[in-house]
């Protein structure tokens, strides 16, 4: 039945506009695979973290800080973590 649903079928209003955002077979799809469960949509800044932060580490020069704090929207002690992170993770760490 589900082949004969048109977006025009979907009353919920919620669920119509993820219809149309991602087209009708799209959303088919989704509701065959987790229809009936919950999902969660990550934001935007979520998924290109780890993007960000190695263009960051690529963009730093030792003492760029408050540039790329501005240039990425972050404060200046972030750029530093971001930075010293990847110094970090090459290095063995100890619990106590």
Not at 20 to 48: A, P, Q, W
Not at 71 to 84: A, F, G, H, M
């Amino acid at each position: 039945m589900l082949d004969k649903l048109t977006i025009d079928d979907i009353e919920n209003t919620e669920q119509r506009e993820i219809a149309e955002i991602i087209g009708i077979d799209s959303y088919i799809k989704l509701v065959k695979e987790y229809g009936g469960t919950s999902i969660y949509i990550l934001k935007e800044d979520s998924l290109i973290k780890d993007i960000r932060d190695s263009k960051i580490r690529e963009e730093f020069n030792g003492g760029n800080y408050v540039y790329l704090a501005k240039k990425y929207n972050l404060t200046e002690n972030s750029i530093r973590n971001i930075v010293n992170k990847k110094e970090l993770d090459g290095q063995i760490k100890f619990e106590f």
